[in-house]
């Protein structure tokens, strides 16, 4: 374990403490004040300095983030509401929605309401098996990664293997030219929303990150994946007083209503006992170092391995 900038063994540490939980560990408990009561939460303290809290009633999404103390990602009002508040008509899930570094939206349903069906269920479900049943089922898949303030300001900046992009609205296409970089929080901001189609590197993952070269030494926020599951990054860029984020969303196709998705041949499926691997990693850039070599990784893989 690597404490303080040195590498301590198992044997080496026990000399020191009574007990692991001083350096690190989990927490489980239930939340008990208002529309969150009764969910379960397991707290997790790396030791290294990232801590962050994980959801078991909510798909084991994860609300909360941070970073030797430094908060990374962004919360709606809602905070973590127990699933039981879930209602899927329209945009009333969005009364269930609390951001924070993971709401997986999928699994066979992501994008916009329509007359396709109802919206996604994962981040409103308790932890469990999940059978697909005996029919070809749509599989659709978005991980919604909300970074906030501090990590996100006006000094930040969005770095990432994309070799396409376009915008999802007029909206959007005014704003296409500076798609990774950010405002101050402004009034009565309209979203903007991106799709990129992402280049793997050699070994077939993609990159993506919020830097903010100002905080705390340089801190950044990224993500890697398997080009070959998630090909597709959505941007969701919000720049409103109070709604101030921007998500970095990996995805298997267009965050598209289901309807639209079929009708232009984009709708994935599952076959019945069919099974994917998805491999997704989420971590921190510390420090100038970490935030070059991001970078520069970055550049020399736009244009694609693929």
């Not at 084991?60 to 030797?68: C, E, F, G, R, T």
């Not at 005996?134 to 970074?147: A, D, E, Q, R, V």
Request: proline fraction near 5%; aromatic fraction near 12%.
């Amino acid at each position: 374990m690597r404490i303080g900038g040195r590498n301590y063994g198992r044997r080496e540490l026990e000399r020191y403490i009574g007990s692991i939980a001083q350096l690190g560990g989990t927490r489980h408990y239930q939340l008990t004040e208002g529309n969150a009561k009764g969910t379960a939460a397991i707290d997790f303290n790396t030791g290294s300095g990232l801590c962050f809290t994980v959801l078991p009633d909510r798909g084991l999404d994860i609300p909360a983030a941070s970073y030797q103390g430094v908060n990374l990602v962004y919360h709606t009002p809602n905070g973590e509401a127990n699933p039981a508040f879930y209602n899927p008509q329209g945009s009333a899930w969005l009364r269930t929605f609390f951001g924070g570094l993971l709401t997986t939206c999928g699994l066979t349903y992501l994008g916009p309401p329509g007359n396709d069906g109802g919206g996604g269920t994962w981040a409103s479900r308790p932890l469990q098996y999940n059978y697909f049943g005996c029919k070809k089922s749509p599989f659709t898949i978005l991980y919604h990664i909300n970074c906030g303030f501090p990590l996100l300001d006006e000094t930040s900046e969005l770095v990432l293997t994309a070799v396409a992009r376009e915008p999802y609205d007029s909206a959007s296409k005014a704003g296409l030219a500076s798609f990774n970089r950010f405002t101050e929080p402004m009034r009565g901001f309209t979203e903007q929303n991106f799709f990129h189609t992402m280049a793997g590197d050699v070994h077939g993952f993609c990159h993506a990150a919020i830097i903010n070269r100002g905080l705390a030494g340089g801190l950044g926020l990224y993500i890697k994946f398997e080009r070959d599951s998630l090909p597709y990054l959505s941007e969701w860029k919000m720049m409103g007083e109070g709604d101030y984020a921007v998500g970095i969303e990996p995805s298997n196709t267009k965050c598209m209503n289901r309807s639209d998705l079929r009708k232009q041949g984009l709708l994935p499926f599952l076959e019945p006992c069919e099974t994917r691997e998805i491999r997704l990693e989420i971590g921190v850039l510390s420090g100038d170092a970490e935030i070059r070599a991001c970078i520069e990784r970055t550049k020399a893989w736009v244009g694609g391995s693929r």
